[in-house]
């Protein structure tokens, strides 16, 4: 399955979108500009702004604060990007070298700091402060969702529903925030606002199970990174605690051995303890059941290609392989 479908419906107005954020990422210090412009055209599934741009047409016409927000959105997702690559001494990201990688550290953390100023500063343009509101807790909790990842660096005994908290502040939040704010440009009913901020949730929970789970089987090629990368950092992915839950003494010692030291020397080990005590199909079974009750929350919106491809997103979701 391709987004190519979805990405056909606002082909025009994610073109808008592109020119916002190149002339709003200009700065007069160059090396903001060439750090910025390495991770912006990096490519990348540029969900987030979609979101808003899609959510948006349900309540009527995409106009240019639309597009100004869907760029917001992404220099936050950006930013983070930027913050979290040099926190998991990243190397990889879609394929390419990280920015940190290319830049150093140093430079990664201070552009990172930019794309978050400037991500505000155009907030302040639009002049609403609901907007306001949800970005600046959205990001809040984002950043509360980073120092809960990593607080469990290899910690191995992390419960299912600790880890299912990381999600939701660190990946789902802005998910969420993005379909909340297109309801809202399009002057939603409070109900229809939160049913799309569900949805952005659900969605969002999905999308970060998935990539858990191609983690530890997808297609270095295709999924951009190495396979093992959250391994390698010591990071306890839901699908490695269900195999230390399901599997015998053996195996459970093996992950929790290979979390606690992180590095990929036991990943062959760990990747057969996660197939024989099936981890994969049991995190893919519950991405599957978020993007179902994602689509549940809109399901009384009215028909319209917008809604109708939010419904093929959350199923994009989880049957991508990349």
């Known amino acids: 399955m391709t987004l190519n479908p979805i990405q056909s419906l606002i082909v025009r107005d994610m073109q808008a979108v592109d020119a916002v954020i190149k002339q709003s990422l200009y700065s007069e210090v160059s090396l903001i500009n060439t750090i910025g412009e390495h991770i912006i055209s990096s490519g990348g599934k540029r969900l987030r702004p979609a979101l808003v741009l899609l959510s948006s047409g349900i309540f009527g016409s995409i106009k240019a604060q639309q597009h100004a927000l869907a760029a917001i959105v992404e220099f936050i997702h950006t930013a983070t990007l930027l913050h979290d690559d040099v926190v998991d ?24 700091d930019f794309l978050y ?44 529903q ?26 939603a009913s409070e109900k229809d606002e ?29 999924i951009g990174k190495n396979l093992g990368d959250d391994l390698a950092e010591g990071k306890p992915t839901l699908p490695l605690l269900i195999a230390i839950h399901r599997g015998d003494a053996a195996q459970a010692a093996t992950i929790r051995n290979a979390i606690q030291h992180g590095g990929l020397d036991e990943l062959p080990a760990v990747l057969t303890a996660v197939k024989a005590t099936d981890a994969l199909n049991y995190v893919r079974k519950l991405a599957e059941n978020e993007a ?31």
Do not use: W
């Open 89 to 112: 001494e990243s190397q990889l990201r879609r394929g390419k070298s990280t920015a940190n990688h290319l830049f150093g550290n140093a430079a990664s953390v201070l552009v990172g």
């Open 117 to 160: 100023s400037r991500a505000f500063q155009m907030m302040v343009k639009l002049q609403n402060m609901r907007v306001m509101e949800i970005l600046s807790e959205a990001t809040n909790i984002i950043s509360e969702g980073e120092v809960l990842q990593l607080l469990n660096v290899r910690n191995a005994e992390v419960t299912e």
């Open 162 to 187: 600790d880890y299912l908290k990381v999600i939701h502040f660190k990946t789902a939040k802005l998910f969420e925030a993005a379909a909340r704010l297109g309801a809202v440009m399009g002057n």
């Open 194 to 222: 939160n049913a799309l901020a569900l949805y952005g949730m659900r969605l969002g929970t999905a999308f970060q199970l998935i990539d858990d789970v191609l983690d530890l089987s997808g297609d270095t090629s295709q």
């Open 292 to 322: 179902a009750l994602g689509c549940e929350a809109i399901v009384h919106l009215p028909d319209s290609a917008y809604k109708q491809a939010l419904i093929d997103l959350a199923e994009f979701a989880v049957k991508r392989d990349f």
